[in-house]
């Protein structure tokens, strides 16, 4: 079983109202958020060191499930970056997800619950 999901110490010019950054031994979490305080973008990053996928999802509806790759990074990105092309979201990274999640705050953990089922049950053509 995995260790639950950390809040990070934040030691950047970004506040924690603007952003939160959540990490274990093999997944990273990070919840942007907007003026409001209300989320605005999330990006969960599954076997970290490994084979890692990534799990974006933007409040205005964009999401996808890409595997990273470390290609020529875009301008102001780092080297590691999510592939453009989305792919189906397994049901068992829902469930990896839930595992993990009793430290983060409730209504995050329901956003982002939210989103994975929403994603997981997705037709990709």
Avoid at 27 to 45: G, N, P, R, V
Avoid at 86 to 97: D, G, K
Wanted: aromatic share 10%.
């Amino acid at each position: 079983m995995c260790e639950s999901l950390k809040l990070l110490p934040n030691n950047s010019t970004v506040s924690q109202k603007e952003r939160c950054r959540y990490l274990n031994d093999s997944m990273s979490l990070t919840i942007w958020y907007d003026e409001k305080e209300e989320i605005f973008a999330i990006e969960l990053i599954f076997d970290l060191l490994l084979d890692e996928w990534a799990f974006i999802h933007h409040s205005r509806g964009t999401m996808r499930y890409s595997p990273m790759d470390s290609g020529k990074a875009r301008i102001g990105r780092h080297a590691k970056q999510a592939v453009l092309k989305s792919f189906p979201l397994p049901r068992s990274r829902l469930e990896e997800f839930q595992q993990v999640s009793s430290e983060l705050p409730a209504k995050e953990c329901h956003y982002i619950i939210n989103a994975l089922m929403k994603c997981s049950s997705q037709k990709k053509f």
